[in-house]
């Protein structure tokens, strides 16, 4: 095993080598600078030896020559075109995590996990909220399986694109049918299902324009039991008119999320007010703003519908 020494200013070459051979280690190398240098010895022996040099006078800091890795971008051929990863600096967060453990409990539409990209078996039996079942929580809409893309497509497998959280576990909570719509009562019991099933996040990019006590109610009751939703604040505005922000995500105890557009201001749709908490990129069909020739779409898998029905490629 390598340890890395560094040595206060002023310690001698001999002073180097004396200190090496008192924890059993050879001194391997000084690299270029001759800031610090590298010392071999016994894997058994490592932890006693960094303790020691801890103590000592002449040493600044010592550390075990740990491996780095290159940080590629994913190989997923649409991942150069999503630009909103790029935004949030994605790139960076991933060497921090990628969702390991996390259950993310998605209450739309419900997810269509067979698709070309899909989620590497990572979807995880669900509810549909709308026939109080287990069962037949798969999307016929289309927008769940977007929304769940961008959470946690899976990444790096040559195909499609990439998502934020690409090891989270997806729980889809069906309480928007066919043609996207839902009801309170489906909404309420699906964030309740949730918190009674594992979801340590649940993400609903769906709202009205009132509070309903039966949404109050059971947001209350995910919050005491620590789980983290996260709500869009709504897509009502235009030109002319700001839009308040929807229901659930006008809750305080709900992450309200507004849009911005591909230039860094908030999207000409996007609901605003004080109960905004963070902004997120939003996706225009209609304007080119990173000018990368392609209409700044989010860039999902998701699949072709027409009149409520599945039709074309699934994916």
């Known amino acids: 095993r390598e340890l890395l020494i560094l040595f206060k200013p002023q310690t001698d070459t001999d002073r180097r080598a004396d200190l090496c051979a008192r924890i059993g280690a050879v001194q391997v190398r000084v690299p270029y600078g001759g800031r610090f240098s590298i010392a071999a010895l016994p894997a058994g022996r490592c932890a006693a030896a960094l303790r020691m040099l801890a103590r000592h006078p002449a040493v600044a800091c010592a550390e075990p020559n740990a491996v780095v890795q290159a940080c590629a971008a994913p190989d997923d051929p649409d991942y150069p075109r999503q ?26 539409s419900g997810i269509n996990p067979n698709g070309r990209d899909g989620f590497g078996g990572r979807v995880l039996s669900g509810y549909n909220a709308l026939l109080d079942l287990p069962l037949r929580w798969q999307d016929f809409n289309g927008h769940g399986t977007h929304v769940a893309g961008t959470i946690g497509q899976e990444t790096g497998n040559s195909r499609g694109c990439a998502g934020v959280a690409p090891a989270a576990s997806l729980l889809p909570v069906k309480v928007l049918g066919r043609l996207g719509y839902g009801t ?19 993400n609903m990019s769906l709202g009205e324009t009132e509070p309903s006590e039966a949404v109050r109610d059971a947001v209350a009751y995910a919050h005491a039991r620590g789980v983290t939703m996260i709500a869009a604040a709504g897509n009502d505005s235009d030109e002319t008119t700001l839009a308040p922000v929807r229901y659930p995500a006008a809750f305080p105890q709900v992450i309200a999320v507004a849009a911005v557009d591909a230039t860094g201001t908030r999207a000409w749709y996007s609901n605003a007010g004080p109960e905004i908490v963070i902004a997120a990129p939003g996706g225009d069909t209609r304007a080119d703003g990173d000018r990368d020739g392609y209409p700044d779409g989010v860039v999902q898998e998701t699949f072709e519908t027409g009149m409520g029905f599945v039709r074309g490629a699934i994916g």
């Not at 630009?83 to 209450?107: K, P, R």
């Not at 309170?184 to 649940?202: M, N």
Request: no cysteine; net charge negative; aromatic share 12%.
């Open 83 to 108: 630009w909103h990863f790029s935004m949030i600096n994605l790139a960076a967060a991933w060497q921090y995590g990628i969702g390991d453990g996390v259950v993310v409990a998605v209450l739309d």
């Open 184 to 202: 309170r009562a489906a909404l309420a019991a699906g964030i309740v299902w949730a918190t009674d099933h594992g979801a340590q996040i649940i």
